[in-house]
């Protein structure tokens, strides 16, 4: 291996202070500020992988490096670095690289072949870092993302206790089947952990009630039946009912009432917390 390369290596691992520094002077050109201490010293161990690279024909410990990477994607996720940055300020490496080599390339010191050889070794090690950092965000936002489904699918499936062994589940929305799916493993996991007796199923703010929705409400109680809960639907609206009845479809089989309020005054729930 030519001895250029093995200076431009040793070089970068010997300058990690005049590094650090320049990549400091960098940051201070950016509006977004600049790197917590943590994430300056991940920075400057990339230095290591460039020096190996360069003196090794381009070969890193690709385990390593994956893990670097993980590392510091991990921090500035943590520390709220917005990826864009995080990439840009990671990027300033090679611009402080070829500072400290300013001296060299005036005077000649390196062939066009040395030059090219370190683009060569050097970019697609940064390509790495840029792509497998964007992998590491994703899977954040992924994961929050996931969060914040589970949270609103929880919301949309509300069981309020309202007296001991009673509660309501007001429904809000359309219900198609894998909301159905919901409600019906909601109902049945909360009736089981509430120990209720009697569950009230508010539909007044579904707007459609068609032939699938039907059935679906059908099998929710049927769940809860078996289970020894007694339903009672509440909130059919006239339009809903008119639909319902011009469709030829029967709630027989379901408890109903007209409100959610004369459900309640019917068991006397409504006069008992009155007088409380």
Same mark, same amino acid.
């Given at each position: 291996?030519?001895?250029?390369?093995?200076?431009? &290596? *040793?070089?970068?691992t010997?300058?990690?202070? *005049?590094?650090?520094?320049?990549?400091?002077?960098?940051? @201070?050109?950016?509006?977004?500020? *600049?790197?917590?201490?943590?994430?300056?010293?991940?920075?400057?161990?990339?230095?290591?992988?460039?020096s190996?690279?360069?003196?090794?024909?381009?070969?890193?410990?690709?385990?390593?490096?994956?893990?670097?990477?993980?590392?510091?994607?991990?921090i500035?996720?943590?520390?709220?670095?917005?990826l864009?940055?995080?990439?840009?300020?990671?990027n300033?490496?090679?611009?402080?690289?070829?500072?400290i080599?300013?001296?060299?390339?005036?005077?000649?010191?390196?062939?066009?072949?040395?030059?090219?050889?370190?683009?060569?070794?050097?970019?697609?090690?940064?390509?790495?870092?840029?792509?497998?950092?964007?992998?590491?965000?994703?899977?954040?936002?992924?994961?929050?993302?996931?969060?914040?489904?589970?949270?609103?699918?929880?919301?949309?499936?509300?069981?309020?206790?309202i007296?001991?062994?009673?509660?309501?589940?007001?429904?809000?929305?359309?219900?198609?089947?894998?909301?159905?799916?919901?409600?019906?493993?909601?109902?049945?996991?909360q009736?089981?952990?509430?120990?209720?007796?009697?569950?009230?199923?508010?539909?007044?703010?579904?707007?459609?009630?068609?032939?699938?929705? !039907?059935?679906?409400?059908?099998?929710?109680?049927?769940?809860?039946?078996?289970? &020894?809960?007694?339903?009672?639907?509440?909130?059919?609206?006239?339009?809903? !009912?008119?639909?319902?009845?011009?469709?030829?479809?029967?709630?027989?089989?379901i408890?109903?009432?007209?409100?959610?309020?004369? !459900?309640?005054?019917?068991?006397?729930?409504? @006069? *008992?917390?009155?007088?409380?």
């Open positions: 291996m030519s001895i250029s390369y093995t200076y431009i &290596g *040793e070089k970068i010997e300058s990690k202070e *005049e590094l650090a520094l320049i990549l400091t002077e960098l940051e @201070k050109k950016e509006e977004s500020g *600049e790197l917590s201490v943590r994430l300056k010293e991940k920075r400057l161990e990339l230095l290591n992988f460039i190996e690279g360069l003196l090794n024909k381009g070969t890193y410990r690709v385990e390593s490096l994956e893990q670097w990477i993980s590392e510091t994607g991990e500035g996720w943590e520390e709220g670095v917005s864009q940055y995080l990439q840009t300020s990671i300033f490496v090679k611009n402080a690289i070829w500072y080599f300013e001296e060299d390339r005036l005077n000649q010191s390196f062939s066009s072949a040395t030059i090219l050889y370190v683009i060569k070794t050097i970019s697609p090690l940064f390509d790495t870092v840029t792509s497998k950092l964007s992998d590491v965000y994703i899977k954040h936002h992924q994961e929050d993302w996931e969060k914040a489904q589970e949270v609103v699918e929880e919301l949309s499936v509300p069981v309020v206790p007296t001991k062994g009673i509660a309501v589940l007001p429904l809000i929305g359309e219900i198609d089947s894998d909301r159905a799916q919901l409600v019906m493993e909601t109902s049945l996991q009736s089981t952990e509430l120990d209720l007796s009697h569950l009230f199923i508010d539909i007044s703010g579904v707007p459609v009630i068609d032939t699938v929705v !039907a059935h679906n409400i059908y099998q929710v109680v049927h769940a809860l039946e078996l289970v &020894g809960v007694k339903t009672t639907m509440t909130g059919i609206r006239p339009e809903i !009912a008119r639909s319902v009845v011009g469709m030829g479809m029967k709630f027989t089989q408890s109903t009432k007209a409100s959610l309020h004369q !459900a309640l005054d019917d068991i006397g729930l409504v @006069k *008992e917390l009155n007088e409380y």
